[in-house]
């Protein structure tokens, strides 16, 4: 299909094929036998059978929808942008920031404000490190920019709070040391949800 | 309780019927309660949803927790209303609803043991007043419950609940016609109209039941008794994607509590005015007769949750072409057809 065909908004010039829908009775004689038709067709026990059987399936197989959000969650995707999370390096512990200031650079918002000196290795290291949450658009350059994957959106999204402004430093965000086998890799930006082949359904189209 | 036993039956005694009347009270609004939980959880499930669940096991207290809100609910009456109509309106539809179940026979009758002081050896009736207009009475009974709806739309200075009032008016001009017309069918082939008669006259087994009689009759009183009780194909009333909630708008707390335990209790007549008067009854011989009633009216309960998580509701124009253009001249046809062969 070419291009133009998608760009025509002229509704009614393109090949459109129309359902055969009959047309709407005229008289009073031809309304009173599409209702008797309609009545006697079984329409309505159709119906009643599609929620039987959803009722059925949701009490004896287990088909429920519900998730009891407080206390089950849903996984989320690896692509979204929750409160950020600093990883630090597996092999050694150190962190994985070498103080660029890339982050700092491109955050639109400029929410983050960091602060850099040189160690007694002569390397560079992190002094101050704070994100003010109440500016973050969570717009992702930040982890995106960063050139060791050391700056990642973690999986926290619940962060309501009291107050409007929320500072987060760099050791809350930073790994603790004892947890450094959950530390969870940023999956890449291609990466789908670790439930996506249970979301892919049927249409349900028929009945 | 057969027309050949009631000479043995012990004397009717006005403790009796009080006591009868307070168990109708006590029992059929606490099933009305449950009721609500029932519909929530078989809704839930239709659409695959776990319905109340953190209240109590499975969440059944849920209508603990819903009364204790209703009954301490802030009762507001609203600036321009009539306060006194306002205020006596829920209390028509509940009161009717509980006044049309006293001529309906509901639980099996028995003797209070004589262990109990005061009341010991009381004989309780299975139908507190066995009227012999039985049928009349509850359907002009559950006829007067819509003044309920009426004047509280009318009363509360509130555009949707005048419009609720004025759907209220519509639905009860059209199918009120149809309910009456319906049931005429089966009382004259019993020639009574007192709902002991109606079960005797269906005690020889499945075969004799009413409904294969008259089906046409069964199933136009299905849909009028939907229409009745304000159930999912007809409850323009209260539908809220139109009308918010229609006649029920300005109410709290119990005022709008009472409202839905006199729809319950339509329910459950409207359940046992069908069992009873189509599906045979209770077999009064049978050790499970009460059992069979039970299971048939709540099949019928369960059958307009059903109704109501599968079909859409229709307009209020629908509503009344279809009583007067359609119902209403099926009912007449089938009530000429039924007086032709009995007369034949």
């Given amino acids: 299909m070419s291009l133009e065909q998608f760009k025509n908004r002229n509704v009614g010039t393109q090949n459109y094929t129309t359902l055969d829908v009959g047309t709407p009775p005229e008289t009073g004689t031809d309304k009173f036998l599409q209702v008797i038709r309609r009545a006697v067709k079984g329409e309505l026990f159709v119906g009643l059978w599609v929620v039987m059987r959803t009722m059925l399936q949701a009490l004896f197989k287990n088909d429920m929808h519900t998730v009891k959000y407080p206390f089950e969650k849903l996984p989320i995707s690896p692509r979204y942008r929750a409160i950020h999370d600093m990883l630090i390096l597996l092999e050694s512990g150190n962190y994985r920031c070498i103080g660029c200031g890339l982050c700092e650079k491109i955050c639109i918002s400029n929410c983050i404000s960091m602060d850099t000196r040189y160690d007694e290795n002569q390397r560079k290291e992190v002094s101050e490190y704070t994100i003010n949450f109440g500016r973050c658009i969570f717009c992702g350059y930040c982890a995106e920019v960063c050139p060791e994957l050391a700056i990642v959106h973690g999986p926290r999204y619940e962060n309501a709070s009291e107050q409007r402004a929320g500072f987060s430093l760099f050791e809350d965000m930073l790994t603790p040391i004892d947890k450094l086998n959950l530390q969870q890799e940023y999956d890449g930006f291609g990466a789908i949800s670790p439930n996506a082949d249970e979301n892919i359904k049927q249409t349900p189209l028929a009945y | ?344």
């Fill in chain 2, 1 to 344: 309780m057969e027309t050949t036993l009631v000479e043995n039956l012990p004397q009717v005694t006005a403790a009796g019927v009080i006591i009868k009347a307070v168990l109708i009270l006590a029992i059929i609004s606490a099933l009305a309660g449950f009721g609500t939980f029932i519909e929530r959880k078989v809704l839930a499930f239709m659409q695959r949803r776990l319905g109340p669940m953190h209240v109590g096991p499975y969440g059944l207290l849920q209508i603990a927790a819903d009364g204790i809100k209703l009954f301490t609910k802030e009762d507001i009456v609203p600036q321009h209303a009539n306060a006194f109509i306002f205020k006596i309106a829920p209390i028509i539809t509940a009161a009717t609803a509980f006044i049309a179940l006293a001529a309906v026979p509901v639980f099996p009758d028995f003797t209070v043991p004589e262990f109990i002081p005061l009341l010991g050896g009381t004989f309780v009736p299975s139908i507190a007043s066995d009227l012999n207009i039985g049928v009349l009475f509850v359907l002009g009974m559950m006829a007067a419950g819509l003044y309920g709806p009426l004047l509280a739309g009318m009363a509360q200075a509130n555009k949707w609940g005048i419009l609720g009032a004025a759907r209220t008016a519509v639905q009860f001009l059209s199918y009120e016609v149809v309910t009456g017309l319906s049931i005429l069918a089966p009382i004259m082939i019993v020639g009574s109209l007192s709902f002991v008669d109606f079960n005797n006259y269906q005690t020889a087994g499945v075969g004799s039941w009413m409904i294969w009689q008259q089906p046409v009759a069964f199933v136009l009183f299905l849909i009028a008794g939907f229409a009745e009780t304000n159930r999912t194909p007809f409850d323009l009333l209260e539908h809220e994607a139109e009308v918010v909630s229609g006649y029920a708008t300005e109410y709290s707390g119990m005022r709008w509590g009472m409202f839905f335990i006199g729809e319950y209790a339509n329910m459950i007549t409207i359940s046992v005015i069908a069992a009873i008067v189509f599906l045979g009854g209770y077999d009064a011989a049978s050790t499970f007769g009460w059992l069979t009633i039970m299971l048939k009216i709540a099949f019928f309960f369960f059958l307009m949750l059903w109704v109501r998580a599968a079909w859409p509701h229709v307009r209020p124009d629908q509503l009344m072409w279809l009583c007067w253009k359609v119902l209403m001249p099926i009912a007449l046809l089938n009530i000429l057809i039924t007086a032709l062969v009995l007369l034949g």
